[in-house]
């Protein structure tokens, strides 16, 4: 079996700090890593749309979606189903709202986090990608999915 996922993401920074969620117990393969906020869309949403409402449902932040900062794609096999991972990453800018965390979801916490403090948590890929991204890293954007 074959799958295609496509997902969005918010790269949101604030006082020279970007915020990530990290992964629930939920997620298995990568349970206690940390990502961008966001996640796949519903069928017929648009990407930009998708990453207002998943930000929103992840941190309770209210956002608009921005530029697209960059488009990552990853293909694995779990059980013996092929996965292709599209995920893009918008620019995004907090509207309002306050940080709460994701209760039963793919997520359970989120924080911010200088460029510094990234480099010791275990990250899927596209949050390295992001990191790059905002903090200007390349040497981070080439570290590998776990």
């Keep these: 079996m074959k799958r295609t996922r496509i997902s969005a993401y918010g790269l949101l920074k604030k006082d020279n700090k ?38 929103l449902e992840e941190t309770g932040l209210v956002v608009r979606s921005g530029d697209v900062a960059a488009v990552d794609s990853l293909s694995d096999e779990v059980d013996g189903t092929k996965y292709h991972s599209i995920r893009i990453l918008y620019d995004a800018t907090i509207v309002s709202g306050e940080l709460v965390f994701e209760q039963h979801g793919t997520t359970d916490r989120c924080e911010w986090f200088t460029e510094k403090e990234t480099q010791s948590l275990p990250l899927v890929g596209h949050a390295q990608l992001g990191i790059a991204k905002v903090f200007g890293n390349n040497n981070l954007a080439t570290r590998h999915e776990k």
């Design 18 to 55: 970007i915020l990530l969620c990290r992964l629930s117990q939920r997620v298995m393969k990568s349970a206690g890593h940390w990502t961008l906020p966001g996640g796949g869309l519903d069928f017929g949403e648009s990407p930009d749309a998708a990453v207002e409402r998943e930000v």
